[in-house]
Each structure stands twice: as structure tokens, then as C-alpha cells.
């Protein structure tokens, strides 16, 4: 496993921990088809398991917007939840071909067939996808990304941070897509003078 600790500290009406915990773990050769469980204590998700795919070339980039992806996206987690729930801890599991750095350390029980969040190899295109999404209530199998999705730069910061909120909802408590089509040519967000805008009406034009 690798192990990577930092703090990160948000005002919001009050001082809070949001996700303080990132460690980053070798994979072994374990082999469990059962799905890692996430614990959610006080208010706190921890335990989440993100690994990428044994076949994924090394890139640490990766590492560090899923990092980044997670970071940012915590405290959009608490204000959308009405401050109730965030990130605390995640565990990012990388391939055993990828250099180990110092802090990395090796994998206990986890590994890619457990994993909450997948990291495969793939275009920008395609966006993420809950496997199994179930109804209503009920927790899905896991939330599966693109290596393309996850390097991207078009998506990079604002909408990065949107998206894993909004997937995080449909693979935790199966919220339905309603954001948009899901046809071919339509986006889920998309940038407009540097922010991340929903697939909405324009702002721009008022009627009555």
C-alpha cells in the first residue's frame, strides 16, 4: 500500500476536517469478489476504496486528480447533503507494475474486483457509470471511470468535483439520472466562461 496523509481544512459558517485521509496502497494478489465496505461514521465516509486496473500504464497524474477529484468534491458533498455527509478517507489502490514510492504500502484485503470506484483504461468520452444501479434507496456495485475521463483537462477541477458528487449519490443511494438525456449528444456539464454549467436552459434569456 502507499500512503499519502494530508489535511484539508474548509469554512463553512464553521471550521471543519473535510477529507483528511489519502492512502495510497500496491495492489497484492488478493483475489475477493466481495465489495469493499464503506463505512460511514458521524457523519464521515471512510474506507472508500478507488483502484485502478491492473492494465492502466503508469501515470501519476491520476493519482493526483482522483486525489483532487475527491478533495474538492468533499465539501460540495456536505453543502448538497445539507451538511450531513462527506469525505473522510479514501483508499487509492494503484497497479503492483507502477513504481512504489516511499509512502506506498501494500494491500492488505483490497484489490480491483472489490473496489467502490474502478479506474479502467478508456477515452475522455466516456463518462462514469454506476455497475448495477439499482432502485431507488438501495446501494449500487461501484462506480466505474475512464482512464481518459480521469486525466481529463476539459473537465479538470469544477466539473470533476460536480460529477463525483452526482455519482456518488447514484451509486450510494441509486438517485436517478435526471440532469440530462443521456443520449449521444448531450453533456451532463460543460464549461461556459471558465465554470462548470449543468445541461440546463440558458440563464441568458428571460421570457415571461
Avoid at 6 to 22: E, P, V
Avoid at 88 to 117: C, D, F, G, M
Avoid at 136 to 149: I, P, S, V
Wanted: glycine fraction near 6%; hydrophobic fraction near 35%.
Amino acid at each position: 500500500m502507499f500512503t499519502t496523509l494530508f489535511k484539508n481544512t474548509m469554512i463553512s459558517c464553521r471550521a471543519l476536517f473535510f477529507l483528511s485521509s489519502i492512502l495510497v496502497i500496491l495492489n497484492s494478489r488478493v483475489v475477493s469478489q466481495d465489495v469493499n465496505q464503506i463505512i460511514l461514521e458521524d457523519g464521515q465516509f471512510k474506507n472508500i476504496l478507488v483502484a485502478i486496473h491492473e492494465g492502466v500504464e503508469e501515470d501519476p497524474t491520476i493519482i493526483d486528480n482522483i486525489k483532487n477529484m475527491f478533495k474538492s468534491g468533499s465539501p460540495v458533498l456536505f453543502s448538497a447533503t445539507e451538511f450531513r455527509v462527506f469525505w473522510k478517507e479514501i483508499l487509492i489502490l494503484v497497479p503492483r507494475s507502477w513504481t512504489r514510492e516511499q509512502s506506498y504500502e501494500i494491500a492488505q484485503s483490497q484489490s480491483y474486483n472489490r473496489a467502490n470506484v474502478r479506474i479502467h483504461f478508456g477515452d475522455e468520452s466516456t463518462d462514469p457509470k454506476v455497475v448495477n444501479h439499482l432502485s431507488c434507496g438501495k446501494e449500487g456495485h461501484n462506480l466505474a471511470m475512464t482512464t481518459g475521463y480521469v486525466q481529463s483537462t476539459s473537465k479538470h477541477g469544477t466539473c470533476h468535483k460536480m460529477d463525483i458528487v452526482r455519482n456518488w449519490a447514484r451509486l450510494r443511494w441509486s438517485l436517478m439520472p435526471e440532469h440530462y438525456t443521456g443520449d449521444d449528444s448531450s453533456e451532463p456539464t460543460y464549461f461556459h466562461n471558465g465554470t462548470c454549467e449543468g445541461t440546463r436552459c440558458s440563464r441568458e434569456i428571460s421570457g415571461s
